[in-house]
Each structure stands twice: as C-alpha cells, then as structure tokens.
C-alpha cells in the first residue's frame, strides 16, 4: 500500500502538538494514597478520574477483535472517531475528503464543521463503488477516504476487491466504518490493517452491541495512527460507567452472537412478508440490520405510520434512494405491528 509518511499526511499543528498531560498521564501504577488530581476523596469509585487510555478495556476489546491494544482508539461513539480523524488530517479551506454517496450523514457534518471541502463519489445502481472512480476524485489535498460497508441507508456491503483497489491506490486515509459487520455475511477487514498502514476502520457498540445509549465507538488503526488520535481527543473522552459497562458486555458476547442470529431471522420474515405487499414497490439486499425498502408513496405512508406511533426513516430525499424507507429491524412483537399497520394501509397505497 502506498500511503505517505504519516508526518506528511498530518496538520503541521497536530504533528507539533503536545498534548494535555494530565495527573493520571504522569503517574500510572498501583498507590495508596492519591493526592494529585483535585478530586474529593469520597464517593469511590466515581470521584477518581477514569484511565485516559482506557487500558483494561482495550486489551479485552483486543483480545476478542485478534488485534494489539495498540491497535485500538476509543471515543465517544464513531462519531468521536470521525471527528478526530479530520482534526488530525485535514487543514481547514485547503484539504478535502472523498465520500461515497449515499452514506452516512456524519461524514458530512463533520466536514462542514471542520471546515473541510466534501467530494461525494455516487454509488452505481446496485449502490456500489468503483475504485477508479473514487480515486479520480480525489487530488493531492484528499487526506481521507469515507467508505462504509455495509453501508447506511442502502444496507449493502460494498465490493471487496474494489475496497482493496482503492487501499492498494490511495496515497491518504481511508476510512472504512464497519458499524453493521457483525449483521454481514463477510468478515471484517480490521484482520488487514498490518498489510494497510492507511486503513483505519471504524466500529462501534451501537449496533449488534445492544449499546448506543453508552457512546463508546472504536477506530482501528496502525499503532502510530491512534497515537495521534489519542494526542487529540478530550483527556477523559471515555467515562468510567461506560468502561464498566462495555466490560460487562464484552463478557456477553454470546448473548450478542444470539441477538444477531434473531435480528437476521426477523429480516428475512420481514422481507417476505414485505414482499407481499402492493404498497412495496422493491427491497434491496440487506447485509445489515435494517432494510431499504422503495414504496410507491414514501412520504405519505411515513406520515400514516407516524400517525399510528409507528417510527421509520424517511429516505425519500437521499440520493438513488428516491421513494425509499428504512426500516430497522425489532422485536418479532415491533415488526408484527409495522405489518399489521402497512396491511390495513395496502389498499390506500396500491
Ligand atoms: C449507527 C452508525 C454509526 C454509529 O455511530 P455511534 O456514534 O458509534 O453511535 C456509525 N456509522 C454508521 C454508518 C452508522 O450507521
């Protein structure tokens, strides 16, 4: 792979900065008496500052993920992670990033916070990449690549051999968020990232994890590459309730493996009994736990489920995905309902 040296790649301010060193920095080790960091000596545990580097967590994620510590940043949801990468990589006004579209809408934000021009590369009909085609939108200034596979909203993975063309030709980095590969019938290309020193991929606890409420999102990466991460991030970005509690859901992981293997029995009974409507006009292929499905009027059937207390996304103004609703995947209780509801509303929506 042909990514540049990192001191080229990164802010001149980020590859100067000293970072924040905090009491929890400068002593690490067992003690018996802490007096350095001004907290109140009552009220254990919540009164001590967590690890900055969340280390006890790291090693288990590690562990289960077959990667080094080293190897793991944690923030504050994905969304932490995406934030920090265009910190670290991309000046204000002058570099750009490449994203395929449609995808997730944070890549975006997160540029437009950052003040960091935004190239949309569009996915074919069957929503996939050409490689030749995002390499060509980028320039000497294109510090990151946002691939996202399986990607939100159309539910596909994306080609594999075009993700690897792509990691083998761009000089920057690429961004590959693999927030729905446990749903996925490929496996994750983490096990890569000795072989791609510009890969970082993204994942995270809100999905098959069972725990968006407790923001925690993982950027895996080369050792040098999430030390700048971690150079940049707020000092305490990961708090000590959701450290225990991930914990604590790591040493489910079957539980989870249960929940995937449910959720994807759901989508496809979903799917068929979907299939039967009139109202459905198509259903995409799904490697996630959601499906993108194209109705013959999106926004008034969206407005009729809401009437009912019934919540899906409204697609209907994405790119490609004109007509188009997404739909998560629930409980076999939650999906019945939707059914019942699109079945008593199929002959309004012929
Ligand atoms: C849901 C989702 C995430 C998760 O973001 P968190 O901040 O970790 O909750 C990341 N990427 C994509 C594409 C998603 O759909």
């Known amino acids: 792979m042909s990514m540049l040296p990192l001191e080229q790649l990164l802010r001149k301010n980020i590859l100067e900065l000293t970072p924040y060193s905090c009491a929890r920095d400068e002593f690490q080790g067992q003690a018996s008496v802490y007096l350095d960091a001004n907290e109140n000596p009552y009220n254990g545990p919540y009164n001590r500052y967590p690890d900055p580097l969340q280390r006890e967590l790291k090693q288990k994620i590690a562990a289960i993920k077959g990667l080094r510590p080293g190897q793991v940043f944690l923030g504050n949801g994905s969304d932490e992670s995406i934030d920090v990468l ?7 006004r002058i570099d750009n990033v490449v994203a395929i579209e449609p995808t997730y809408g944070m890549y975006r934000v997160s540029a437009g916070i950052n003040d960091v021009a935004y190239r949309r590369v569009l996915l074919d009909e069957h929503f ?142 979903l799917r068929k009994a979907l299939s039967e409507l009139r109202l459905v006009k198509h259903i995409y292929p799904s490697d996630a736990n959601f499906l993108l499905v194209r109705v013959s009027d999106a926004n008034r059937l969206y ?41 008593a509303l199929d002959q309004n929506f012929g």
């Open 128 to 269: 996939q990449i050409d490689a030749g085609r995002i390499l060509a939108a980028c320039d000497a200034h294109t510090k990151l690549v946002f691939l996202c596979s399986p990607n939100n909203p159309t539910g596909n993975s994306l080609n594999r051999a075009e993700i690897l063309k792509s990691l083998d030709r761009f000089e920057g980095i690429l961004v590959l968020d693999e927030a729905y590969i446990d749903f996925a019938s490929e496996p994750s290309l983490m096990s890569r990232l000795d072989d791609y020193p510009g890969l970082v991929v993204l994942q995270t606890f809100s999905k098959a994890w069972g725990s968006a409420a407790i923001r925690l999102g993982m950027a895996l990466a080369s050792e040098s590459i999430v030390k700048v991460l971690n150079k940049i991030k707020y000092p305490y970005n990961v708090n000590l309730l959701t450290q225990q509690q991930a914990a604590k859901m790591l040493e489910s992981a079957p539980r989870v493996k249960d929940w995937v293997a449910q959720i994807l029995q759901e989508r496809e009974r």
């Open 303 to 343: 407005t009729a489920l809401t009437e009912q207390g019934i919540i899906v996304r409204n697609r209907n103004n994405v790119s490609l995905c004109l007509g188009c609703l997404r739909i998560t995947i629930g409980t076999a209780g939650e999906n019945q309902i939707l059914l019942q509801a699109l079945k």
């Open 86 to 92: 265009f910190r670290a990589f991309c000046e204000p």
